[in-house]
């Protein structure tokens, strides 16, 4: 007798066949006998194949990091801080790296990769959000795309890191922050400085005219443009 249609069974079936089959069409085919679905309950979870279970692995990854942040004591921790915390957590919530390594390659064909790219993008979003960003004008999509760029290049970094504890990713993560703190830091200062300060203000005067999605939290991509109209 099949059992009830359940997306998580799926996915951790797949997951024993990953390493040697990859994602591929032979493992949802695998995963669905051994989570004795029906090939009607296994296209209904999921429709687009191996795409939809990289998808749930991803943000059952995204979901772990929530619930740890939602525990972490993020209020003694400096910003920057916390933004490591939130990438470590996400790191750990990853399954082996062998696992991680066929998933990256999956998601690096380009048929894929703008829906990988969206999965980095809803990552960085989530952290974020969870954060407390408020940010609603063009801010919100430039603190998305850099923590995007610094996540994917971490992940890049982690897939070949064999110190123990994964400690060199660590420092890398750190080292990327660092960066980008810098980066902020000139920013500052050329808003400061009288001759810098006229292209800085006209740059925060189109920025606010981008606004995050609907106005809502986690809604993801596009945005919206307010015109003067």
């Given at each position: 007798?099949?059992?009830?249609?359940?997306?998580?069974?799926?996915?951790?079936?797949?997951?024993?066949?990953?390493?040697?089959?990859?994602?591929?069409?032979?493992t949802?085919?695998?995963?669905?006998?051994?989570?004795?679905?029906?090939?009607?309950?296994?296209?209904?979870?999921a429709?687009?194949?191996?795409?939809?279970?990289?998808?749930?692995?991803?943000?059952?990854?995204?979901?772990?990091?929530?619930?740890?942040?939602?525990?972490?004591?993020?209020?003694?921790l400096?910003?920057?801080?916390?933004?490591?915390?939130?990438?470590?957590?996400?790191?750990?919530?990853?399954?082996?790296?062998?696992?991680?390594?066929?998933?990256?390659?999956?998601?690096?064909?380009?048929?894929?990769?703008?829906?990988?790219?969206?999965?980095?993008?809803?990552?960085?979003?989530?952290?974020?959000?969870?954060?407390?960003?408020?940010?609603?004008?063009?801010?919100?999509?430039?603190?998305?795309?850099?923590?995007?760029?610094?996540?994917?290049?971490?992940?890049?970094?982690?897939?070949?890191?064999?110190?123990?504890?994964?400690?060199?990713?660590?420092a890398?993560?750190?080292?990327?922050?660092?960066?980008?703190?810098?980066?902020?830091?000139?920013?500052?200062?050329?808003?400061?400085?009288?001759?810098?300060?006229?292209?800085?203000?006209?740059?925060?005067?189109?920025?606010?005219?981008?606004?995050?999605?609907?106005?809502?939290?986690?809604?993801?991509?596009?945005?919206?443009?307010?015109?003067?109209?």
């Amino acid at each position: 007798m099949a059992r009830t249609p359940d997306l998580d069974a799926l996915l951790d079936a797949a997951l024993r066949h990953v390493a040697f089959d990859g994602w591929s069409a032979a493992t949802v085919a695998a995963a669905a006998a051994d989570a004795e679905l029906s090939e009607a309950d296994t296209k209904a979870l999921a429709p687009r194949g191996a795409f939809d279970l990289v998808a749930a692995l991803h943000r059952r990854g995204d979901n772990a990091m929530k619930e740890r942040l939602a525990k972490a004591d993020l209020e003694s921790l400096r910003f920057r801080d916390r933004v490591a915390m939130a990438l470590k957590f996400r790191l750990d919530a990853m399954p082996d790296q062998q696992v991680a390594r066929r998933t990256a390659a999956f998601l690096s064909v380009p048929i894929h990769a703008p829906e990988g790219a969206k999965l980095v993008w809803d990552t960085a979003d989530m952290i974020w959000n969870e954060l407390g960003d408020t940010s609603r004008d063009g801010n919100w999509f430039t603190k998305r795309a850099t923590l995007s760029a610094v996540f994917g290049s971490t992940l890049l970094y982690w897939l070949g890191d064999e110190s123990p504890d994964h400690a060199a990713t660590n420092a890398f993560i750190d080292r990327r922050i660092d960066e980008v703190m810098q980066i902020e830091s000139l920013k500052g200062k050329l808003r400061q400085n009288p001759f810098t300060k006229p292209f800085m203000d006209a740059q925060a005067a189109l920025f606010e005219r981008f606004l995050a999605p609907n106005g809502q939290k986690g809604s993801g991509l596009p945005g919206r443009w307010e015109s003067d109209a």
